[in-house]
């Protein structure tokens, strides 16, 4: 009996799970191995199949001559250096805050949590009135407040990237506040009791009790969104799109116009890997720092 209970418990799992799989391996597994395969080759996405030739490695030796992608590198990597310890400190912030006996909290939950639930769009579109240089509410305050340069924020080269940054923190912190808000719920009230009988001030008892009991959460919560920032499209895209220069394109964006523009596939798919292989590595590194640690 216990052997074919056993038997019927796997059936029904995998019945559960076969749909996920079969979504994965057409829409991601796959599309990983085609681009691994184009990555070798000179395809474009405007030629005949039987005019593509394998290049071996060519894709990756120019690669790593190309001035354009060394820059989208960059700024990929400057983006999600400034975005991921930002949106996980506000978030945790705000869900300590809110956290406490206050009134209207559970307004207060969802005007935070509002914003991610936007449309990207609009959220652009009020974005770009708001700091145009000239006409927009942000600068005019700034200007009654005595400040004659202000920033050009989204048309300034270099404060372009950064105002996207400001944008996405804005936009994304109500995921991380709400996530954060329910696994500070799920701390123990009598583990901070005891703390307190022992000395523990408040900013104690947070260091010591609360951050490690929720470290599981910043885990997931980190390599989330390290993951989002370096496919980071959407949002550059509408704000942006890669402007002014270069000074906000990312690596996929540079994929989209190596791809689609210059029409350029096989050498679009290198680039993809690259990508690919940058989101595993830091996956890998925080999975093994994961396990090395005491996780509560």
């Known amino acids: 009996m216990t052997s ?5 418990e796997a059936l029904t ?3 559960f799970i076969t749909p996920y799989l079969i979504g994965f391996t057409l829409f991601h597994f796959l599309p990983v191995l085609l681009s691994a395969v184009l990555s070798l080759t000179d395809m474009r996405y405007i030629s005949m199949i039987d005019k593509t030739h394998l290049i071996g490695l060519g894709n990756y030796i120019e690669m790593s001559r190309d001035p354009e992608f060394w820059n989208a590198f960059r700024n990929s990597i400057v983006y999600s250096v400034c ?9 945790l912030l705000l869900a300590v805050l809110v956290n406490q006996k206050i009134h209207f909290r559970n307004g207060i939950r969802a005007m935070i949590f509002m914003p991610y639930v936007s449309n990207m769009v609009a959220i652009a579109i009020v974005w770009s009135i708001l700091l145009d240089p000239v006409d927009g509410i942000v600068n005019q305050t700034l200007r009654a407040l005595g400040v004659t340069n202000a920033p050009m924020w989204l048309m300034g080269s270099k404060t372009a990237l950064y105002s ?3 944008i996405a923190v804005w936009r994304e912190v109500g995921l991380q ?4 808000l329910a696994a500070l719920q799920e701390v123990p009230t009598e583990l901070k009791e005891a703390a307190q009988i022992d000395g523990a001030g408040r900013f104690q008892q947070f260091i010591y009790v609360t951050l490690p009991l929720i470290r599981n959460t910043t885990f997931l919560l980190t390599i989330t969104y390290i993951i989002t920032s370096l496919k980071n499209f959407t949002i550059i895209q509408v704000l942006t799109a890669g402007g002014p220069g270069n000074s906000t394109t990312v690596l996929p964006l540079n994929i989209v116009d190596t791809a689609f523009a210059s029409a ?10 690259v990508m690919f292989i940058l989101v595993m590595g830091v996956t890998i590194v925080q999975w093994v720092g994961k396990n090395r640690s005491e996780i509560y």
């Open 4 to 8: 074919s209970l056993r038997k019927k």
């Open 13 to 15: 799992a995998w019945l």
């Open 83 to 91: 975005f991921v310890p930002f949106v996980m400190a506000a978030g």
């Open 164 to 166: 996207v940054v400001m």
């Open 177 to 180: 506040f709400v996530t954060y």
């Open 264 to 273: 350029r596939m096989g050498y679009a798919s290198a680039q993809a890997m």
